[in-house]
Structures are given as C-alpha cells and as structure tokens.
C-alpha cells in the first residue's frame, strides 16, 4: 500500500502564490508518475500537472490552463512531489488531489485551495 500526505493548500488572494506538497510513503517501487488533479464543485475531477520517471529525468505535462503559472516538482530522494502554484486565479479554487502510479494507482486525501478575488 502507499499513503499520499498533501499539505499547503489554504486561502490566498488572487495573484498570490502558494506551494502544495505530497509526501508518498509504504510501498513505493516503480513510480511511473506523480501529480496533481484538482476538483472544483460541481466539476469533474482534472489534470493540473503530472511528473513521469525516465531515464532522462522523467517528463512533465501542465493542463493548458496553468501553463506558465503552475510548476510541478519531484523530489526522488523524499518521495515527493510539489505544485509551485503563481497567478492564482479564483478559477482555480478546487480541492487538490495527489495521485502517484506504478503498478496501481494512488490518491491522497486532498487539500482545499481557495483564490479570492
């Protein structure tokens, strides 16, 4: 089993910036990716940002919608994947969800996000 521990969500202004972390843990082996889905009410469950491992340093990918604003991060050695979140918007307020897959595919319990405007 894995466990996914988010933290850093909270209420900020727009414009303002906020840092998620996911800190994954148990039986972690062959990560194939790490990241970030956010829900919004009323809205289907979305890809923010999502790290993949390779031999190159793995590969990310940023909905069209936070590109430029949003920066997805992976620390191998903690086991640990952030969201440097600049430019909030208050269209991005949703619950933040961290997702890790290897053989399965693993959810964290999610942290609220809210951007007032």
């Known amino acids: 089993q894995v466990q996914l521990v988010e933290s850093g969500g909270g209420l900020v202004q727009a414009g303002g910036s906020l840092r998620l972390s996911c800190a994954a843990s148990?039986?972690?082996?062959?990560?194939?990716?790490m990241g970030w889905y956010r829900q919004a009410p009323g809205k289907q469950r979305e890809l923010v940002a999502v790290v993949t491992s390779g031999g190159s340093g793995g590969s990310t990918n940023y909905a069209d919608s936070v590109k430029g604003r949003f920066t997805i991060s992976r620390d191998n050695a903690k086991n640990t994947v952030y969201l440097q979140m600049s430019s909030l918007k208050p269209e991005d307020t949703a619950v933040y969800y961290c997702?890790?897959?290897?053989?399965?595919?693993?959810w964290g319990q999610g942290t609220q996000v809210t951007v007032s405007s």
């Open positions: 997702n890790l897959r290897n053989l399965q595919v693993y």
């Open positions: 148990g039986s972690i082996f062959s990560i194939r990716a």
